[in-house]
């Protein structure tokens, strides 16, 4: 497998100018006026910067990545080596870590671009790879809401083609949960894929890179399972006996991915998929810590690093759950959201949450599946065709966006022409993205960035609802139900709109945002 970085923990680095470090206890941190922080589960980057009456435990996540730090707008910093309890009352941070972890409490770093910056340098220097270039300059198509748990040779085809004949452009095809036997046994279901080498063979003919989903978990009683078992290769519990957990499919046992037989099998397993049947990358789903902790293991969040750490030697990649993984080159999905506008887990919420993975150090984001994860909506009387269009237009100018539920399935006519304009500017912007990944993999800097980490100190902490693409394109998709205009916060200087006009900053603007319109804007000069 390929080397991954070390993290510098406190025993490395021991205390530097200006940290205090504190031991298994609370730490009472006053806010200074006017500070703002941010940091900590990516799945609360809607409430953040924090506010009083927040309240975290980072050894759960909520499903989604997660960095052991807290920043603020005042170049001050958090770190620790282990998850921490956090909570934002009274004008005070309140920070709590079990007897065996320290927290570390440092500033001086002037502001927000100021500190991450330092972190970054200090914690988790950028990697240097980045991910496959193609997930940044095409869209994603993931199978998961058309096929649910019984994906066929023939609908994978088939959606490859209706790709193509709506005029959509080719990128990424996911076969996702399902394409296989039992869990563990990473071979193609011999009833559903008659020939799984000719598929992938077609879909590379027709522009596709293909990735198969997978998880650490192997299903009970099965034969991959008493092989693995017999084998030591399952994490086990007090008595012994393979462990047996629930998780969002079922009841599974765990592969043990602190045992290096354990990650020579499964990539063994994989080898054989990319040589035998041309498979390009995968979808490492699952991994989550809390997970780990239900099964009774010590030390949950070191399944979550290993798992990230498995998929380092796969460019083409994807992953949900994420610890320790900040500067790492592997491409991070937000969890799953709902059909929805509002929320924690709405339409509203997809920008906060990649600007939070931003300023956590993880630059290579893809918002979830365009209109929602959660495919109960798909079809039934609560799908909003207007809501779709805004969420294909909100992700197109992220770093990557991904398709699931097929829009020339759902849409009229007309909102399908819509969906079909913002993959291709997503396409059009490619060499772009690919250039500030490119960037982000040597400096470390994020891919996307909010106005208060672009423009310090001015007064943007709180602008959620639109983000920079890079330093120099602005971008402000709308986000309510029924808005065919927008209000949007220019930043300083002279910005040229999507429709040609040329507006000054600072300044409050309202723009007309008709459904055909996603309103973005370059700086000039």
Same mark, same amino acid.
């Given at each position: 497998?390929?080397? /991954?970085? &070390?993290?510098?923990?406190?025993?490395?680095?021991?205390?530097?100018?200006?940290?205090?470090?504190?031991?298994?206890?609370?730490?009472? !941190?006053?806010?200074?006026?006017?500070?703002y =922080?941010?940091?900590? &589960?990516?799945?609360?980057?809607?409430?953040?910067?924090?506010t009083?009456?927040?309240?975290?435990?980072?050894? *759960?996540?909520?499903?989604?990545?997660?960095?052991?730090?807290?920043?603020?707008?005042?170049?001050?910093? +958090?770190?620790?080596?282990?998850?921490?309890?956090?909570?934002?009352?009274?004008?005070?941070l309140?920070?709590?870590?079990?007897?065996?972890?320290?927290?570390?409490?440092?500033?001086?770093?002037?502001?927000?671009?100021?500190?991450?910056?330092?972190?970054a340098?200090?914690?988790?220097?950028?990697?240097?790879?980045?991910?496959?270039?193609?997930?940044?300059?095409?869209?994603?198509?993931n199978?998961?809401? %058309?096929?649910?748990?019984?994906?066929?040779?023939?609908?994978?085809?088939?959606?490859?083609?209706?790709? !193509?004949?709506?005029?959509?452009?080719?990128? +990424?095809?996911?076969?996702?949960?399902? @394409?296989?036997?039992?869990?563990?046994?990473?071979?193609?279901?011999?009833?559903?894929?008659p020939?799984p080498?000719?598929?992938?063979?077609?879909?590379?003919?027709?522009?596709?890179?293909?990735?198969? =989903?997978?998880?650490?978990?192997?299903?009970?009683? /099965?034969?991959?399972?008493?092989?693995?078992?017999?084998?030591?290769?399952?994490?086990?519990?007090?008595?012994?006996?393979?462990?047996i957990?629930? @998780? @969002?499919?079922?009841?599974g046992?765990?592969?043990?991915?602190?045992?290096?037989d354990?990650?020579?099998? !499964?990539?063994?397993?994989?080898?054989?998929?990319?040589?035998?049947?041309?498979?390009?990358?995968?979808?490492?789903?699952?991994? %989550?810590?809390?997970?780990?902790?239900?099964?009774?293991?010590?030390?949950?969040?070191?399944?979550?690093?290993?798992?990230?750490?498995?998929?380092?030697?796969?460019?083409?990649?994807?992953?949900?759950?994420?610890?320790?993984?900040?500067?790492?080159?592997?491409?991070?999905?937000?969890?799953?959201?709902?059909?929805?506008?509002?929320?924690?887990?709405?339409?509203?919420?997809?920008?906060?949450?990649?600007?939070?993975?931003?300023?956590?150090?993880? &630059?290579?984001t893809?918002?979830?599946?365009?209109?929602?994860g959660?495919?109960?909506?798909?079809?039934?009387? *609560?799908?909003?065709?207007?809501?779709?269009?805004?969420?294909?237009?909100?992700?197109?100018?992220?770093?990557?966006?991904?398709?699931?539920?097929?829009?020339?399935?759902?849409?009229? &006519?007309e909102?399908?022409?819509?969906?079909?304009?913002?993959?291709?500017?997503?396409?059009?912007?490619?060499?772009?993205?690919?250039?500030?990944?490119?960037?982000?993999?040597?400096?470390?800097?994020?891919?996307?960035?909010?106005? %208060?980490?672009?423009?310090?100190?001015?007064?943007?902490?709180?602008?959620?609802?639109?983000?920079?693409?890079?330093?120099?394109?602005?971008?402000?998709?709308?986000?309510?139900?029924?808005?065919t205009?927008?209000?949007?916060?220019?930043?300083?200087?002279? @910005?040229?709109?999507?429709?040609?006009?040329?507006?000054?900053?600072?300044?409050?603007?309202?723009?007309?945002?008709? !459904?055909?319109r996603?309103?973005?804007?370059?700086?000039q000069?």
């Amino acid at each position: 497998m390929t080397s /991954s970085p &070390a993290f510098l923990t406190m025993s490395d680095i021991g205390r530097r100018e200006g940290e205090n470090v504190t031991l298994g206890a609370t730490v009472r !941190l006053p806010i200074e006026d006017g500070e703002y =922080w941010w940091g900590g &589960a990516t799945a609360d980057g809607i409430e953040m910067p924090f506010t009083d009456g927040y309240r975290a435990d980072l050894r *759960d996540l909520g499903g989604n990545q997660g960095m052991p730090m807290l920043l603020s707008s005042k170049g001050r910093y +958090i770190w620790s080596d282990r998850p921490f309890a956090i909570e934002m009352a009274g004008g005070e941070l309140l920070l709590r870590a079990d007897v065996s972890a320290g927290i570390i409490v440092g500033g001086g770093h002037g502001d927000l671009p100021g500190v991450y910056r330092q972190l970054a340098e200090d914690r988790f220097p950028p990697d240097g790879r980045m991910p496959d270039p193609l997930l940044f300059t095409a869209p994603q198509y993931n199978l998961w809401i %058309e096929t649910l748990f019984e994906p066929t040779q023939q609908n994978v085809l088939g959606y490859a083609q209706a790709v !193509l004949d709506h005029g959509f452009p080719p990128g +990424i095809l996911m076969i996702d949960d399902r @394409w296989h036997e039992e869990y563990g046994q990473w071979t193609f279901h011999t009833g559903r894929f008659p020939d799984p080498a000719a598929m992938v063979a077609r879909l590379h003919e027709m522009g596709f890179k293909v990735m198969l =989903w997978l998880v650490p978990y192997v299903t009970p009683d /099965s034969q991959v399972f008493r092989r693995l078992r017999d084998d030591g290769l399952l994490i086990r519990d007090r008595r012994g006996r393979p462990a047996i957990g629930e @998780w @969002w499919n079922g009841f599974g046992a765990a592969l043990d991915l602190l045992k290096p037989d354990a990650l020579r099998w !499964l990539s063994g397993e994989l080898r054989r998929l990319r040589q035998d049947i041309g498979v390009d990358g995968f979808k490492f789903d699952g991994g %989550e810590a809390a997970f780990y902790a239900d099964l009774g293991c010590p030390d949950p969040q070191a399944y979550t690093i290993a798992w990230n750490r498995f998929g380092l030697p796969y460019p083409l990649n994807e992953f949900r759950d994420a610890w320790l993984a900040a500067g790492l080159p592997l491409a991070q999905r937000q969890r799953d959201k709902h059909h929805a506008w509002e929320g924690r887990d709405g339409l509203a919420s997809l920008i906060p949450n990649a600007l939070a993975q931003a300023l956590t150090g993880h &630059a290579y984001t893809c918002p979830d599946m365009i209109g929602g994860g959660e495919y109960q909506s798909f079809g039934s009387a *609560d799908f909003d065709p207007e809501l779709f269009v805004r969420y294909a237009q909100a992700s197109a100018l992220f770093p990557m966006m991904q398709f699931s539920a097929a829009p020339w399935r759902l849409l009229p &006519a007309e909102h399908l022409e819509h969906c079909r304009s913002a993959a291709t500017l997503h396409e059009r912007f490619g060499p772009e993205i690919l250039a500030l990944a490119k960037d982000s993999s040597r400096t470390g800097d994020p891919i996307m960035r909010s106005l %208060e980490f672009a423009f310090p100190g001015q007064g943007y902490e709180r602008v959620i609802d639109q983000f920079l693409l890079g330093p120099d394109l602005l971008v402000a998709p709308v986000l309510v139900k029924g808005a065919t205009s927008r209000d949007v916060t220019l930043p300083p200087g002279v @910005w040229q709109a999507d429709d040609g006009a040329l507006l000054h900053g600072p300044d409050v603007v309202t723009v007309s945002a008709p !459904l055909s319109r996603l309103p973005w804007f370059r700086r000039q000069g």
